[in-house]
């Protein structure tokens, strides 16, 4: 069985974050690790509050992976504040980590600021230079690139910009775009589209998360990135158009459909 590790923050209903990778690598066939860089107060109606992890406490759950477990893959999702960073980095050179998906979250869907403005330099300079993939929406890629970002032309912009920041794919997530869903995904020279029929639904808590690990379970798995970022938005598209109206705000997403149906679990 393949080894997928997560390197996120926790979220405390389970739509998003470690919660949502760990279901995301079940659901592929993969063996879920994580290290938990924050904890988070948060419900479908949004985040309350964030406790960082120390950088010594996160260097060490890096380390006892690494030394023990083979790790065929990894994601990263939230890291706030520089140190964090700079420990992760740090760290994922010494172990010669491989097949690194970097999902650059930066504000939650509540408009709760996820990455520190002083940090968005070191996620910059240190992570994006080891990501096989770093995988923005439209704001993160706005924030990034710092242009407004309003059809599949500015993606395209957006992505070479992206791209001459050293990371070998870039793949940009058009859900924020009105019309069908299109991604865009860049690899220097080429450009790819990813494109899906927008599903009519507000439930869609954690879909980063659950992209960018099911990139990474399917990287672990021996395919090569296209055919994991197409098989990727398929699942994601599945388990939007089966999402749960859980709680009073904005659902989660269902990791397990596929797997439900055929037990014939009703939910």
Do not use: W
């Amino acid at each position: 069985m393949k080894k997928v590790l997560t390197i996120a923050g926790s979220d405390s209903c389970g739509g998003a974050g470690i919660q949502a990778d760990l279901k995301t690598f079940a659901a592929h066939g993969v063996y879920g690790m994580s290290v938990i860089t924050a904890v988070t107060a948060q419900n479908t109606r949004r985040v309350f509050a964030v406790q960082d992890i120390s950088p010594e406490i996160i260097a060490k759950q890096i380390d006892v992976i690494f030394e023990d477990i083979e790790v065929d893959a990894l994601k990263i999702g939230m890291v706030s504040v520089t140190q964090t960073i700079n420990t992760i980095g740090q760290k994922l050179r010494e172990h010669k980590a491989k097949n690194i998906v970097l999902d650059p979250l930066m504000i939650s869907k509540s408009g709760y600021t996820l990455l520190q403005d002083d940090a968005r330099e070191a996620l910059v300079k240190g992570l994006f230079p080891l990501a096989s993939v770093v995988t923005p929406n439209i704001p993160e890629a706005e924030a990034i690139t710092g242009k407004a970002i309003k059809n599949l032309q500015n993606m395209k912009e957006a992505a070479k910009m992206i791209s001459s920041l050293g990371t070998s794919y870039v793949l940009i997530k058009g859900g924020h775009l009105e019309a069908d869903a299109i991604d865009i995904l860049f690899d220097g020279q080429i450009f790819y589209e990813y494109k899906a029929t927008r599903v009519n639904t507000k439930h869609t808590h954690g879909t980063g998360c659950t992209l960018s690990s099911a990139i990474a379970s399917n990287l672990a798995k021996g395919l090569e990135i296209t055919q994991a970022v197409e098989l990727s938005k398929k699942y994601i598209t599945t388990a939007i158009k089966h999402s749960f109206s859980l709680g009073k705000g904005v659902g989660p997403t269902h990791h397990f459909y596929e797997l439900y149906k055929k037990a014939d679990i009703v939910t």
